[in-house]
C-alpha cells in the first residue's frame, strides 16, 4: 500500500514538473504583413506566456504587439490551443496610433489571421485589406533558440 501511495505522489510530482516545464516553453510567432496591400515583411518574435512582446516592421514604420496565453480547458477550446493577443500600430509623426487589436484563438502551430476592411469585402486577403496579419505559432522549448 506505502509503495502505490509513493508511486502516485512520485506521477503527481512529475505531472507537476512537466506543466511547469511548459509553463516556461516560449513561442515563436512568425509573422506576414501587407498594409494596404503592399507587403510590410515577415518578422520574427519570441514571446513568454503572459508576457507582452514587439517587434518593428518595415524599418519602424510599423509595430506588431503580441502576447499569448494557453487557453483553459473550461474555454472549450481545442486541446493545445493559445489565445493571441495582436495589436498592429503605425508610427504617424513619432507617436504609435493603432489599426487593429484583437485576441485570436489559435492551435499551437497552426495560423492566425487578422484582417481589417473597408467596405463589403467578403473574402478578405492580402491584396484587399487595410491590415492583413497572419501568425503562426511553434512552441519553443527552454533553452531553444529560434531558428536564425
Not at 10 to 37: H, K, M, P, R, S
Not at 107 to 130: F, H, R, Y
Given at each position: 500500500m506505502l509503495a502505490r501511495l509513493l508511486t502516485i505522489v512520485a506521477c503527481l510530482v512529475l505531472a507537476g514538473a512537466t506543466q511547469a516545464g511548459d509553463d516556461e516553453a516560449g513561442f515563436l510567432i512568425e509573422f506576414e504583413l501587407w498594409i494596404n496591400g503592399e507587403a510590410q515583411g515577415e518578422p520574427r518574435l519570441v514571446v513568454m506566456p503572459g508576457q507582452p512582446a514587439m517587434v518593428d516592421v518595415a524599418g519602424g514604420a510599423w509595430r506588431i504587439e503580441a502576447e499569448v496565453e494557453r487557453a483553459r480547458?473550461?474555454?472549450?477550446a481545442p486541446g493545445g490551443s493559445l489565445?493571441?493577443?495582436?495589436?498592429?500600430h503605425e508610427q504617424v509623426e513619432g507617436e504609435w496610433e493603432e489599426l487593429a487589436d484583437t485576441m485570436l484563438g489559435v492551435p499551437e502551430g497552426e495560423t492566425a489571421t487578422l484582417t481589417v476592411v473597408e467596405g463589403d469585402v467578403d473574402d478578405p486577403a492580402p491584396d484587399n485589406s487595410i491590415?492583413?496579419?497572419r501568425a503562426t505559432t511553434s512552441r519553443l522549448q527552454p533553452g531553444d533558440m529560434p531558428p536564425g
Amino acid at each position: 500500500m506505502l509503495a502505490r501511495l509513493l508511486t502516485i505522489v512520485a506521477c503527481l510530482v512529475l505531472a507537476g514538473a512537466t506543466q511547469a516545464g511548459d509553463d516556461e516553453a516560449g513561442f515563436l510567432i512568425e509573422f506576414e504583413l501587407w498594409i494596404n496591400g503592399e507587403a510590410q515583411g515577415e518578422p520574427r518574435l519570441v514571446v513568454m506566456p503572459g508576457q507582452p512582446a514587439m517587434v518593428d516592421v518595415a524599418g519602424g514604420a510599423w509595430r506588431i504587439e503580441a502576447e499569448v496565453e494557453r487557453a483553459r480547458a473550461h474555454e472549450y477550446a481545442p486541446g493545445g490551443s493559445l489565445w493571441l493577443h495582436l495589436a498592429v500600430h503605425e508610427q504617424v509623426e513619432g507617436e504609435w496610433e493603432e489599426l487593429a487589436d484583437t485576441m485570436l484563438g489559435v492551435p499551437e502551430g497552426e495560423t492566425a489571421t487578422l484582417t481589417v476592411v473597408e467596405g463589403d469585402v467578403d473574402d478578405p486577403a492580402p491584396d484587399n485589406s487595410i491590415v492583413y496579419l497572419r501568425a503562426t505559432t511553434s512552441r519553443l522549448q527552454p533553452g531553444d533558440m529560434p531558428p536564425g
